[in-house]
């Protein structure tokens, strides 16, 4: 798409239909950015239009956006009334989902993704993944996103806190793919990563950076969850 070139239409008034996409995808980038007190409070509205809509087999990568926007006034109103683990249940599982979800992973901290949004994304993997083998042939993980996974686990909670729970589960059902006589390479590894990345877990004597690099374990020195809106309507 040439920006510049669509920019020089919009002031001559040669409006093309690729032109209004181009405005469209820019508002709403705008808003679930929520950078500004405008943008927060375009972006609190819409979450509550999202709410009342309701969530379908329709609109589904709409609310995966919105829970990806980090904004947690937006995302408390999204899901107000509603137990984030089960969310998403309404939809059938698909490999856009799980990307989605591991793309926010990746582009976030350990501690930068507000926790309801974890507690979301977490429930969607955990049914994924709890048939080992039907998950990873829809959706075939890797090393590197099962390590943006792990990210998340807290060794100075238990392991019945929700989102560890959460995590060891999806870790445990990735691990079970390392099956005597698997011929698959890739599933070996990824099961075995998995599983080394809960006995760093479970075992007190080791630490997570000893599967997972320093890099990606890295915190944010001041995560932030959004700018809140200036006005909340009822």
């Not at 996409?21 to 819409?46: C, M, Q, S, V």
């Not at 996974?149 to 589960?169: E, T, V």
Request: glycine share 6%; charged share 25%; net charge negative.
């Amino acid at each position: 798409m040439d920006i510049q070139k669509i920019r020089e239409d919009l002031k001559t008034g040669s409006i093309t239909e690729e032109a209004v996409d181009y405005l469209k995808h820019r508002t709403i980038t705008e808003i679930l950015e929520g950078r500004t007190p405008a943008a927060a409070n375009a972006l609190w509205a819409y979450a509550s239009f999202l709410r009342r809509l309701g969530i379908t087999s329709d609109n589904y990568p709409l609310y995966i956006m919105m829970l990806a926007s980090n904004n947690q006034y937006a995302i408390e109103a999204l899901l107000e009334g509603r137990e984030p683990e089960h969310f998403l249940d309404c939809v059938v599982p698909n490999p856009y989902m799980v990307k989605a979800v591991f793309d926010t992973f990746a582009s976030l901290k350990a501690n930068e993704i507000y926790e309801k949004s974890l507690r979301v994304f977490f429930g969607l993997l955990s049914k994924v993944y709890s048939s080992a083998v039907e998950g990873y042939e829809m959706f075939p993980v890797s090393i590197a996103q099962v390590n943006s996974l792990g990210k998340f686990l807290d060794k100075s909670h238990d392991q019945d806190w929700p989102l560890n729970r959460g995590i060891l589960d999806v870790l445990g059902g990735i691990a079970d793919l390392d099956k005597p006589h698997e011929p698959d390479a890739q599933k070996r590894n990824v099961a075995a990563q998995a599983g080394r990345i809960r006995s760093d877990y479970f075992d007190n004597t080791r630490r997570l950076n000893q599967s997972i690099t320093e890099v990606i374990l890295e915190k944010a020195a001041s995560p932030s969850f959004g700018i809140a809106p200036q006005h909340v309507y009822g």
